[in-house]
């Protein structure tokens, strides 16, 4: 958790917070996306975490991709924004959020795939190899959309 996340939790307690989200779908030569197996709750869902004070966007994203895998990402488009209900969350410890998501898209990356305390695991799949019930809830409408292939870039 950033500073400015504990320091919003100091004044306003498990009050809804508004937060940042930035994600990648990053997509290899077979044209699968990389999922990666959450170790807190055991979900899977695209790397990402939250923008941080004074960050853009694209550096946000390429930061949480590099601690997360272990890629580089070397050039991305605007896969999509999401808002609305599915933003809305609450942690297990009471914290509430409210979370808008902006989504990038990327098949240009370098390095080798890692884990970290984050993560139990990394893999490309393809659509059809993707249970919808092992998707982080949070994270199943862009995953959902990518399945689909809808037209980019999502506003919702």
Sequence with gaps: ????IQTMRQMIGHETLLTVGCGAIIEDDHGRILLQKRADHGVWGIPG???EIGETFDSAV???VKEETGLDMKSMDLYGIYSGESGFATYENGDRVFSVQIVFRSSSYEGKL???HESKRQAFFHAE???ENLLNPHQAPFIRD????VSIPVIR
């Design 1 to 4: 958790m950033n500073d400015y």
């Design 49 to 51: 975490g939250l923008l």
């Design 129 to 131: 190899e993707i249970h």
């Design 114 to 116: 890692t884990t970290n």
């Design 146 to 149: 990518w399945i689909k292939g």
């Design 62 to 64: 390429k930061r949480e």
